[in-house]
Every structure is written in C-alpha cells, then in structure tokens.
C-alpha cells in the first residue's frame, strides 16, 4: 500500500473528527426532538424521557472530545508539515556541502545544518508526544460512544411502551443507532490512520 | 549554475548567476544577482525552490552565509521568491525586503525566521554592508506591486520583468545584437504587461537614472546605449494585448 505522510493522516484524521462532530451535533438535535416528543407523550414516555438527558449528554460530550482531537490533529499536522520543511531545508544543504564541497565558504553552512537538525530532532519529540495524547484523546472518545450503543437499545425498548407516540420514538431511537454507528465509524476511521501515523514515526518517516 | 562577475564600482559589485544547465527544461531560465558591499551581500530575486542548491551553492563560493544578511524580492512569482521557505532555515537572521502589498502573500511560502522589510509604494534605500540601492517602484511591470534595484554607485539597474527575454539556457549573457534580440522579447513585455500608462511612467522615471547596465531577471543583460535603444523600443510597443479587440 502507498505510504502516506504523516502531515496528510493528521490533516485526515481532523477531517474524520469534524465529520464525527458534526453527527454528533444531529445527535444533539435528535435528543432535543426526543425530549419534546417524549414531554407531549406524557406518562406514556415516562422511561423514554428519563433517556433523552443521557442522549443530549453523550452528544454534547461527543462534540466536546471530537473538538478537542479535531484540534490536536490540526496541531499534529501543522507540525508534520514544519517537518517536512526541515527535512527538506537539511537534504538541499546536504546536497549543497557535496556539491560545492571546494566552495571556499562552504563551511559557513555548518551552522544552519546543526541547527536545522536540532530543529528537526525537537519538531520530532513534540511529534511523538502529541500523537500519544491524540491517540489517548480518541480511546476516550471510543469509550464514550460505545455508551450509546447501550442507549440506542435502552431507547429502542422504551419507545415501544409509548403509546401512540411509538412510532415517533421509534424513529428517533433509529436515528440515535444511525448517529451513534456514524461517529465509531469516523472514530474508528480516525484510530487507524493514527496507527499509520504512530507507525510512520516509528519506521523514521514523516 | 553559472556565475558572473557584472561590475565593480568603488562600493559595490555585482554578480550574475544563472544559465544553469542541471535545471528542469521546463522550468523558465532565471537570473540571479548579488550585491556585495562592505563585507555584505544583498541577494537579488532568490529564485524558485527548485533552484535553491544551485544557487546557496554558488553564494558560498562567494561570501560567507553569515554575509549573506539581506534578500530582495521584486515581487510575489514562485520564479521570484518561492525559495524561501529554504532559505528562511538557511538565514534565520535574514531580512526580506519586498513589496510591502505583497507581504500576506509572500508569507505562504514559508517564513519563521526572516524578518519581512515591506517597501512603501514610493520606493525606498536598502543598505548593503553601510551602502545604499534604491528600490524603484515598477508597479504593474508585471505585477502589481514591483520594484527594480537601482546602483547609482554601479549604474546597474536590476530590471525584474523588463528587458526579460525567452531564450535557450546556453544564451550570451550580454545582448549583442539589439535589434534580433527584439523578438524574443515582443510577446513576453506584451503579454505580461498589462499597462501602457504603468510602462510610460517607468520610463519616464527610469530615464532620469544613469545606467551602464540593465539586468532583467530573464534572457540576457543590456548595457551602453543597448538601455536607450531598450527604453526606446519599450515606449513604442504595445502592452496588455491579450484582451481581445
């Protein structure tokens, strides 16, 4: 398989973030709805009620996290690409010292070369760092969403003791599956592009 | 990449680089130049990415990196200036002097370092090694935001995009024959010039300088009476021509 640079996962892995918040915030919608519909059925909808506040938490939490790893993503892929820069700035000098080698000021470059290198050693700590917290912020946001599963079928029972709003909630509870499938799936997406990235970094490349 | 010595006054000389044969045939053949004064050297127009080891190759068989304090970019095309997110690591105490409109736009090709000198429309002096150019404006010769580099001392004047030829890499450095080499440059000052009004008040202000050479940034240098017959020929011709009739 092609091997991607690591600016590019991380600029992937921010993309699959955003479109999990942006479920999430459906999600947020669909609890609101429930909550509404769940208030008009009354007594029907009692247990179905008492759900609709841990769905409108869960998403809310969801943004929350997919937000925060949305941003260190983007962090992890602005710092990729000053890597890269680096890296690049360092071969042209390399390729400079052996191509002028008998340049009576070649040696003037030495300096530029240390530091470009430290430059890069440093970018490559902070890297390794920050894709550790990345990938600690998404295990969390795994552990979250996996709640909803239970809630999606929690919602799925309760919808059918209300009534004549049943098909109302059933919908919504389909909708909470949908939603909550969708985010593990970007999250999912997200981690495995992680992995690539972790793995890139541990081979040596960027 | 080739280097020339162009001239030297009592204060300042002047390099040419370019006609390198190891570039890209795609890639449009670029002249670079270098001012070296009072220990000090003020690059030229940097050039693109692609030619960025040939050229910091051909800087450090002259100066020290550490001269090398101040570049100079007459405009934003990647030709001009796309190198610099290179240098930018090579000359972390570097200045960049450029169009000051251009500043937002330059800053894309990367730059954490260099400290950006934006030049005020009007012009201005950049000094090199405790000696004095001048930043000549040449707004809209091609670009909107543009300045040349004149050496009184010398009586050089870089001329960016004017004068610019399309021609072979292995070219003459010096025009030779005015009159041939006006056809190489016909469709270049006509297509990329947008502006009568632009190209007459350029000439009117360059006119007033005393210049032994004019050095475009593409095709070959001009000197002696070749500038008058360029300046002549320049007033003449027809600018911004691609827009249809």
Known sequence: MERKNTFVLAAQVAAELYFATKVALQLSLTAKNAHAISARAGQQSAGFRAITSYIEELAENTITYAQAINREAMAVAMLAGQRERATRALTQFHRVQASAADAAFVHTLDAPCRTTAARQQSIDQEFSARLKKLSSQLQDAQQQIRAAAIIASTSKIEATQAGSF????????????????????????????????????????? | MKTK?????????????????????????????????GGKALLLDPGGIELFAPMLAAVL?????????????????????????????????????????????????????????????????????GVEVQAIPAHYLHSSGNFHIYDPHAKVLMSGDVGAALEAVNAPLFVD????????????????MPSNRAKQDWIDRVRKLDIELMAPQHGRVFKGDDVKRFLDWF?????????AR
């Not at chain 2, 000389?13 to 270098?34: A, C, E, H, S, V």
């Not at chain 2, 450029?98 to 030049?119: C, K, S, T």
């Not at chain 2, 007033?235 to 827009?243: F, K, N, P, S, T």
């Open chain 2, 235 to 243: 007033e003449a011709l027809e600018v911004g021509v691609a827009i």
């Open chain 2, 177 to 192: 024959d005015f009159t041939a080499h006006t056809s190489k440059m016909k469709m270049f000052h006509q297509r990329w």
């Open chain 2, 61 to 129: 068989r002259e100066v020290p990196l550490a001269a090398l304090e101040d570049l100079f970019a007459s405009h934003q095309d990647p030709d001009i200036i796309s190198s610099l997110g290179l240098w930018d690591q090579a000359l972390p105490e570097a200045r960049l002097h450029a169009p000051w409109l251009w500043e937002g736009f330059i800053r894309h090709f990367g730059m954490n370092h260099i400290d950006y000198r934006p030049i005020p429309d009007e012009g201005g002096v950049i000094k090199v090694g």
């Open chain 1, 166 to 206: 049943q098909p109302q909630l059933e919908v919504i509870a389909e909708n909470i599956t949908l939603s909550s499938d969708e985010i593990r799936a970007h999250l999912k997406t997200a981690q495995q592009l992680l992995n690539s990235a972790t793995e890139n970094l541990a081979k040596g490349y960027h």
């Open chain 2, 5 to 37: 010595t162009l001239v030297t006054s009592d204060k300042t000389r002047w390099l040419m680089f370019g006609r390198d044969p190891d570039k890209d045939q795609q890639i449009i053949d670029t002249n670079q130049y270098m001012i070296m004064a």
